[in-house]
Each structure stands twice: as C-alpha cells, then as structure tokens.
C-alpha cells in the first residue's frame, strides 16, 4: 500500500513538472509574439505624419523584364533590380533612395525599378503591393516606406496584405483601388514576370543597378551616395 502511494506521489510530481516546463515555453512564445508585434507597430510608426508628394506616373516596359519605369525618355537610364525584403537593398536606398528621387522628379534620368520576390512569400506580396502603388502613381513615396519600415527578420509574418494596406495608408494611400489590388494581389503576373527576368539580364542578386547598361559596383565598403552620384554623371 505504501509503494502504491509513493507510486501516485511520482506521478503527480512528474504532471507538475510537464505542466510548468509547458506553462514556461508558452510564456516564452507569448512574450516573443508580443515583442515582436511591439516592434512592428514601433516601426510602423515611423511613418507617422508622412505626406504624399505629388504623384509620377509610370509606365511598364515589357520589353525590359516589366520594370515600373518612371521618367521614360531621358538619355541617362538607371536599373535597380530589388527585393523589397532584402536588408542590403535597405542599406542602398537609405543612402541614395532620395538621390534617386531627384533625379526623378526634377527629370534628369529615367528609372526602371525591377521588383523582385526569391526571397519569400512576403517579398511576392510586397512586390505586388509596389505595383498596386505604382499604379496610383505613388510608388516612389510606397517604395520608400516599404524599406522605412522593412522587418529585421525576412518571412517574419510582417508584410501580409492587411500590414501593406496599412503602411499605405500610413502615407496617404487609401484608395479602393489600391485595396482591392493588393488585397486581390492583382499584379502577380507583373511579379512572377520581373522575377523570371532575372537570367536575361544577367541579374543574381539585390541590389544589383545598372547605369545607362553598365553594371555599376561600389569601391566603397558601403553605399554611400557622393559616389554613386558620381558614377550616375559620369554614365
């Protein structure tokens, strides 16, 4: 009788033990979503009190990998191949995202931006939703915020279609056309397209930027825009 209760005491004692090694792990992911979501809204909110600038229209060239092309016709043509997940095209469009802006807006070279998605699902869902905004003619002002905000983590859950619409929204993008583009992720054809492009020009990974057809390639051990200005004049 005695071993029979020391037998029940082991496996109470055993139950206890699951149950707070189960109590503990469940904890930990909790706090790890929390802290996770935390950050995001925290990033989020970089884009408080952004206002649009006024729209650019664009266009796609089918004949070049169906890039969103903005400012066609100059004689200075800029390609930047992107993946909007990637974290060193962070670091590029950090420091030359409003150089290539001006050069935009004040028509001194047409560029071809190339969205790109081999990094996951979330880099197909943010390209889709890049197009959407190009569509409403603000790409430039969705491009940018897309990499204000990008995840530390790629595929972290981050970029669904409900956060794209929200950082569009952020910015002054509400339309019911951009909403029902991404939610319908309407321009996957323009994706898949711009993704299967990438042998034909030769591209293998983010960033990668062509000047006037020339690759160009840093010297600098990271992106700065005095030389890549430099090199934009001299192509």
Excluded at 5 to 18: L, P
Aim: aromatic content about 8%; hydrophobic content about 40%.
């Amino acid at each position: 009788m005695a071993k029979q209760q020391v037998k029940s005491g082991d496996n109470v004692t055993r139950w206890i033990v699951i149950a707070m090694v189960l109590l503990v792990v469940v904890t930990g992911v909790v706090f790890s979503l929390m802290s996770q979501n935390t950050k995001e809204n925290a990033s989020l909110a970089a884009l408080d009190g952004t206002k649009l600038k006024p729209a650019v229209t664009s266009t796609i060239d089918v004949t070049n990998g169906s890039a969103i092309v903005l400012n066609p016709g100059t004689t200075k043509v800029i390609d930047i191949w992107e993946d909007p997940q990637c974290p060193v095209c962070k670091n590029f469009e950090d420091a030359n995202g409003d150089y290539i802006d001006s050069l935009i807006r004040d028509k001194k070279a047409t560029v071809r931006f190339h969205v790109l998605s081999f990094l996951g699902d979330e880099s197909v869902r943010a390209a889709n939703a890049s197009f959407c905004a190009a569509e409403e003619g603000q790409y430039l002002d969705f491009h940018h915020a897309l990499y204000a905000v990008q995840s530390p983590l790629e595929n972290s859950g981050f970029w669904s279609n409900e956060k794209l619409l929200a950082i569009g929204k952020k910015i002054g993008i509400s339309t019911a056309t951009f909403a029902d583009c991404v939610t319908k992720e309407s321009k996957l054809d323009l994706v898949k397209a711009n993704y299967d492009s990438m042998p034909s020009f030769g591209v293998k990974g983010t960033p990668t930027v062509f000047i006037n057809g020339k690759l160009w390639e840093r010297k600098s051990p990271d992106f700065n825009v005095a030389e890549f200005s430099t090199a934009v004049q001299a192509g």
